[in-house]
């Protein structure tokens, strides 16, 4: 393959333009999610119509024949990622039933009483139970007694949300459920086995951010404290 030579500023400047639409729909989304026209789930499916249009009607790289073999693909991957979120929804409601939550309470309780320890132990939980159940149950089990605990320790709720949210996505591509992982993987057309070492330079690049960020809280806070004064 010969080596290609630079694109030149109008060809970026057409590219842009040409890929304006589509670079609209984070914005789409976020927005309608902001502004409370819509839940995270409606902005999804509005993202999903918007960008059927975009493929079909205006970039045209969607022939209507092959909508049906689309919309097949969609829904076959769609239905494995979904199997693994319901056995791990069942899962969620055992532990659940057997006050999983409250065990690792007390269990957190009599091994430190440290804030730094507790919010270590607090990304060691999260981390452990992610691999293992999905983002729903899981904050519907955890959220509820750690966020409360982190406060009662001085921690500022941003900043525990913040590290929350970022350990709960190293969980989602951390096997055996790792339903982030699953998706990727099928989109890409590759297997989840062989691309999960390369994910692990993501986990550990992921993981030192977050100790960064567990260290030094302004990393988080300041910005909000300008906001939300």
Known sequence: MEPRSPASW????????????????PVLVLGAIITGVCTATEA???????SFILGVFVYKEIRPGEIIPVVIKSVSSTAV???MCATSTILGWLMAKERFGDL???LMRSITTSPLGMLFLTGIVLLLVGTFLDIIPMTIILMPILHPLLLAYGFDPIHFGVIAVI??????????VAPVLYIAS???????????????LFILITLI???????????????PSLVFK
């Open 10 to 25: 109008g060809e970026v400047w057409g590219a842009f333009r040409d890929a304006s639409l589509a670079l609209l729909l």
């Open 44 to 50: 999804g499916a509005v993202a999903a119509v918007a």
């Open 186 to 200: 099928t989109i890409a057309g590759s297997d989840a086995v062989k691309a999960f070492p390369l994910v692990c």
């Open 209 to 223: 951010v977050t100790a960064v960020l567990a260290l030094f809280p302004p990393l988080v806070t300041y910005l």
């Open 81 to 83: 990622v979904m199997l």
């Open 104 to 106: 690792t309470l007390t």
């Open 167 to 176: 350990l709960i996505t190293v969980g989602s591509v951390t096997p055996p």
